[in-house]
Structure formats: structure tokens, C-alpha cells
């Protein structure tokens, strides 16, 4: 299985600051046939499913305000939240689809 | 606007059956580009993704090693859902389980069900 690490655990970012989320996988989530990163950034608030933001490690979903941005490839990459807003306050959580499916251990953000 | 809607009971005793269903409304299970998973999350073990089904000219299954002989993901066309049940269950299998769709032009999990919190206890 491909393991997904995640740092930090936990961050706290002002509001109108910048967060940043980093994924580890243990091995390479980019397929070469069509140079795409399998690796999407879900966000998760209390009592709710996790809602996909970033597919294609740098693909915002529909409807995903543009603060909110991914990069990397191979085996790193990156969730940037530019200008947090306080509705940001959530579990952030990437996942590899490029074998089977699994998911970092999340990471928790709040406000400073 | 695609919605899935899940239903089953919330408590089941050790060494039973978990019995869980997904009702889709605004897409089909018999899609020929999409994918029905089920994912449990527990405070021990994190987003677990437990198997799929999907139709492409035929049907398939397929499952994770980790619940794999445990595992059965149907889908009744008929009444468009999809279903999972997990047999010998035991506390360690105490989780909120989701159903979700996965579309070839997006691969991830874009589509979630509401979640169900099932409790495995006597």
C-alpha cells in the first residue's frame, strides 16, 4: 500500500494569513502515460464528509474558492490556503488514487 | 445536482453482519465512467477505503486485502443504489462509514453520502 504522510498534525494561521499543508506518499503517485499526479486534498468539517477540493494534485473541484490551491508531483505536494477565511477551520486531508485509494492522517487547522 | 443517501442500522452486535445501503438520485449506478466505494473513518484508523463497484460493459468488485473474504459491495439497478456488508464484525469495525462516487474525469471522491456512525457492540 501506498502510505500518505502528512505535516504538519496540526497548524494555527492567523485570518488573512497564508496556510500551508504538506503530503508525503511512500512512493511516486505520478503516472507517466499522462503526466498526471493521482493525489487529491479533501476538506473535512465536524459532523460532515469530506468535501474534494484539489484533484489532479493541482485541479480545484468546482465551486472551490481559488484561496485554495495545490502542488507537487511525484511524491510531494502541497495544499496552500492563501488569506484564511474562519470557514477554513477544518481537517485537511490529501489521498492517493494511483493504486487502490489511502489517505494521509489529516491535518488540523485553526485560527491564531 | 448527483446526491447519495445512505441507510442501515447504527448498532451491531459482534460477530454479525453490518448491513449498510447508498440511493443515488441525479446519476446511475450503471455508469459506465463512475465508481461506488465505501470508506469508514475511526479515530484509530483514519480514512479507510473498503472496496468498490463500477460498470464497464460488465460488472466488478474490488476490495482492499485488508477486509477482502470479510467484504460484499452489491448494486441493485433496479432501485439504483449499491450496498455493503461486512460480516464477522467485531469493535474494531466501529466507525462512520460513507458511500462516494468517483468519476473518470476526476478519479478522486467527489460525491459523498451523508455518513452512518455504526457502533459494534453487544
Known amino acids: 500500500d501506498i502510505v500518505m504522510t502528512q505535516s504538519p498534525d496540526s497548524l494555527a494561521v492567523s485570518l488573512g494569513e497564508r496556510a500551508t499543508i504538506n503530503c508525503k506518499s511512500s512512493q511516486s503517485v505520478l503516472y507517466s502515460s499522462n503526466n498526471k499526479n493521482y493525489l487529491g486534498w479533501y476538506q473535512q468539517k465536524p459532523g460532515q464528509p469530506p468535501k474534494l477540493l484539489i484533484y489532479?494534485?493541482?485541479t480545484r473541484q468546482s465551486g472551490v474558492p481559488d484561496r485554495f490551491s495545490g502542488s507537487g508531483s511525484g511524491t510531494d505536494f502541497t495544499l496552500t490556503i492563501n488569506s484564511l477565511q474562519a470557514e477554513d477551520v477544518a481537517v485537511y486531508y490529501c489521498?492517493?488514487?494511483?493504486?487502490?485509494?489511502?489517505f494521509g492522517q489529516g491535518t488540523k487547522l485553526e485560527l491564531k | 445536482q448527483v446526491q447519495l443517501q445512505q441507510s442501515g442500522p447504527g448498532l451491531v452486535k459482534p460477530s454479525q453482519t453490518l448491513s449498510l445501503t447508498c440511493a443515488i438520485s441525479?446519476?446511475?449506478?450503471?455508469?459506465?465512467?463512475?465508481?461506488w466505494s465505501w470508506i469508514r473513518q475511526s479515530p484509530s484508523r483514519g480514512l479507510e477505503w473498503l472496496g468498490r463497484t463500477y460498470y464497464r460493459s460488465t460488472w466488478y468488485s474490488d476490495y482492499p486485502v485488508s477486509v477482502k473474504g470479510r467484504i460484499t459491495i452489491n448494486r441493485d439497478t433496479s432501485k439504483n443504489q449499491f450496498s455493503l456488508q461486512l460480516n464477522s464484525v467485531t469493535p474494531e469495525d466501529t466507525a462512520v462509514y460513507y458511500c462516494?462516487?468517483?468519476?473518470?474525469?476526476?478519479?478522486?471522491?467527489?460525491?459523498w453520502g451523508q455518513g452512518t456512525m455504526v457502533t459494534v457492540s453487544s
Open positions: 441525479g446519476d446511475s449506478v450503471s455508469r459506465n465512467s463512475a465508481a
Open positions: 462516494a462516487r468517483d468519476v473518470e474525469e476526476v478519479d478522486a471522491f467527489d460525491i
Open positions: 489532479w494534485a493541482s
Open positions: 489521498q492517493q488514487y494511483y493504486s487502490s485509494y489511502t
